[in-house]
């Protein structure tokens, strides 16, 4: 019988002018994973950079797949779209994470679905997918006091030594719950990295307060 396939999906955009800023949370979670198997990121496919590996994943041994589209982050949906049907994968083996402008920075929130909201990678894939129906993890970066034109904020990098420790904590936790999803399902990984993320914000709260 054919292994299962289970996608991992990293949102981001390619050339050196945009690697590790806010915007490429996803392409930086996805790296961190793909360090841990200590393989390259590699191969093309679909528009894509792959990487291929056996895992161990909820009692099985099934094909697992990273991937940073290498498309416009904007049309990241003409790269998830065809790889899903590629490796003949359902919905519920898909996970895309990405920057997300309205949560902490380092904080994450894992949805089994939803609306894309402002991100116009997600709102690509929906589009190109038909439907709102996948997992997606949503990286924090934060915008501190900002309206308007954000994207001069989403392409920037940390400013500060603070904001990068928080931002690259933000970032392993982020692969640690993706491994969580693969390994232990969506409703487990969501018990334990969206109530770390609410016990922080609380933490936050109270430390304010105190002041």
């Known amino acids: 019988m054919e292994k299962e396939t ?3 999906v990293g949102l981001g955009n390619t050339g050196a002018q945009y690697a590790h800023t806010r915007h490429n949370a996803g ?3 996805v790296q961190l994973l793909a360090d841990a198997y200590h393989l390259p990121i590699s191969k093309s496919r679909c528009r894509g950079l792959v990487l291929e590996t056996n895992a161990e994943i909820r009692g099985e041994t099934a094909r697992l797949v990273l991937c940073q589209p290498q498309t416009l982050m904007n049309l990241s949906g003409e790269c998830v779209s065809p790889l899903l049907n590629w490796y003949k994968a ?3 083996h898909l996970l895309v994470i990405c920057d997300d402008i309205d949560l902490p920075l380092g904080q994450l929130r894992l949805r089994k679905k939803g609306s894309p909201g402002t991100h116009n990678g997600l709102r690509n894939i929906v589009q ?3 439907t709102q129906d996948f997992a997606r993890l949503r990286v924090g970066v934060g915008a501190p006091g900002l309206s308007g034109d954000l994207v001069d904020w989403v392409l ?11 931002m690259a904590e933000g970032l392993r936790s982020a692969a640690d719950c993706a491994r969580a999803w693969l390994e232990q399902g969506i409703d487990r990984a969501m018990s334990i990295y969206n109530r770390k993320t609410a016990e922080r914000k609380a933490d936050e709260s109270s430390t304010v307060g105190d002041n």
């Open 90 to 92: 359902p919905l519920d």
């Open 6 to 8: 289970w996608l991992i």
């Open 128 to 130: 190109e997918l038909g």
């Open 27 to 29: 392409f930086d979670a």
């Open 156 to 166: 920037g990098r940390p400013r500060t030594n603070e904001e990068a420790a928080l």
